[in-house]
């Protein structure tokens, strides 16, 4: 069974930056894609960013240009830096990862901006 471990949530101002990191417990080239998705009280989750194995990279729209989603197949972990965070921002993040036709989902770690 993969498991996945994110950290690196936190309380941060508005302006400032934070870096996720998702751990899993294999090798984490053998997922179809990894993510992060977030979820705010009272909203669906969203995706925020995704990385396919070939490597290629899809962000929402609300962070292009801001957040960016990278690995290090070495250390079996995905990232996601975050930088010019806005209150918006304020959510709980969840690393994701598809194999075929399973999902797999770390435990959240949650992100609080200030303004």
């Known amino acids: 069974q993969v498991q996945l471990v994110e950290s690196g949530g936190g309380l941060v101002q508005a302006g400032g930056s934070l870096r996720l990191s998702c751990a899993a417990s294999?090798?984490?080239?053998?997922?179809?894609?990894m993510g992060w998705y977030r979820q705010a009280p009272g909203n669906q989750r969203e995706l925020v960013a995704r990385?396919?194995?070939?490597?290629?990279?899809k962000y929402a729209d609300s962070v292009k240009g801001r957040f960016t989603i990278s690995r290090d197949s070495a250390k079996n972990t995905v990232y996601l830096q975050m930088n010019s965070l806005k209150p918006e921002d304020t959510a709980v993040y969840y690393c994701?990862?598809?194999?075929?036709?399973?999902?797999?989902w770390g435990q959240g770690t949650q992100v609080t901006v200030s303004s």
């Open positions: 990385i396919m194995r070939g490597g290629d990279t």
């Open positions: 294999g090798s984490i080239l053998i997922f179809n894609a």
């Open positions: 994701h990862g598809s194999l075929f036709v399973r999902d797999y």
